[in-house]
């Protein structure tokens, strides 16, 4: 289990990020409209997972906003957002702030998502949602590269984001 903190406590994760050269674990959430999209329909496309705890916190709508922000000028690349809040919520925030190039989408429907990825806070106070990570996977459902953000009230890395999908 990843340990990581909140607010300098520690909390710790069901597992660990999916390593570096291994196949992405494959999932289907719950989209804006209802309807469910799967990482195998994404074949092809180079995916960035960008995962968080809820649009509700400052931290993760910034994640949003700049992995939005950072997406509109990459081809072939997808932009995922993963939370466990409702899709409604979802589809609320994109269209109050704008969000058009990225693909938001909830686990309230799932429970394996958050233990293949190791991403399920399971102590603190935030236990039972996820936990802030990164995950980029390639076209062939490769994952290149992993970032489990040590605090939680902290942004990741973008920079070292953006350099591992290009």
Do not use: W
Request: glycine residues 10%; hydrophobic residues 35%; aromatic residues 8%.
């Amino acid at each position: 289990m990843a340990k990581i903190t909140f607010k300098g406590n520690p909390v710790n994760t069901s597992g660990n990020l999916p390593s570096k050269g291994t196949k992405a674990p494959d999932f289907s959430l719950v989209k804006s409209d209802l309807g469910s999209l799967s990482l195998s329909e994404l074949k092809g496309k180079k995916v960035i997972l960008n995962i968080f705890p809820s649009l509700d916190t400052s931290v993760c709508a910034a994640t949003v906003r700049k992995f939005n922000q950072m997406a509109s000028g990459i081809k072939n690349v997808t932009v995922l957002g993963i939370s466990k809040d409702l899709p409604f919520a979802h589809s609320r925030f994109c269209s109050t702030e704008g969000i058009t190039n990225l693909i938001t989408l909830s686990g309230f429907r799932d429970k394996e998502f958050g233990k293949a990825y190791g991403i399920d806070y399971t102590d603190g106070p935030m236990v039972g949602l996820y936990a802030r990570g990164i995950v980029i996977i390639d076209e062939s459902g490769t994952v290149v590269y992993t970032q489990q953000v040590a605090e939680h009230t902290h942004e990741p890395d973008y920079e070292a984001a953006l350099n591992a999908v290009q």
